[in-house]
């Protein structure tokens, strides 16, 4: 059995959740598709930050955005247009499972 840990090539899973203290972010190719409450079952695509751009992340203490993914212990910056929406930090990226991928809105 091959070790999955030691490809190290560029990253191919388009899917991520990104997790913040009270919300889950469902990223596909840097795009939110879906934000789920931690205390609700449910994905809601109401939430201001669906159809946004995962443009970067702000390190805590700082108001600046740094482009590229937010590692945990970063907050969130996604963009479109004028309105922004910077998200408390992150806790953990997670893959998300086939099942809750199904449920994404197909647009």
């Not at 840990?5 to 919300?23: L, M």
């Not at 789920?36 to 939430?47: E, I, N, V, W, Y």
């Amino acid at each position: 059995m091959a070790n999955r840990t030691s490809y190290a090539g560029p990253e191919r899973r388009i899917h991520k959740v990104y997790v913040t203290r009270n919300t889950e972010y469902h990223v596909r190719e840097g795009m939110c598709v879906a934000v789920k409450s931690r205390q609700d079952s449910a994905l809601t695509t109401d939430h201001s930050a669906v159809k946004m751009k995962l443009e970067g992340h702000v390190k805590l203490g700082t108001l600046l955005p740094v482009a590229g993914p937010p590692k945990i212990g970063f907050r969130m910056y996604f963009a479109k247009g004028e309105d922004d929406v910077l998200t408390s930090p992150v806790i953990a990226i997670l893959r998300p499972a086939k099942k809750t991928v199904d449920q994404y809105p197909k647009d």
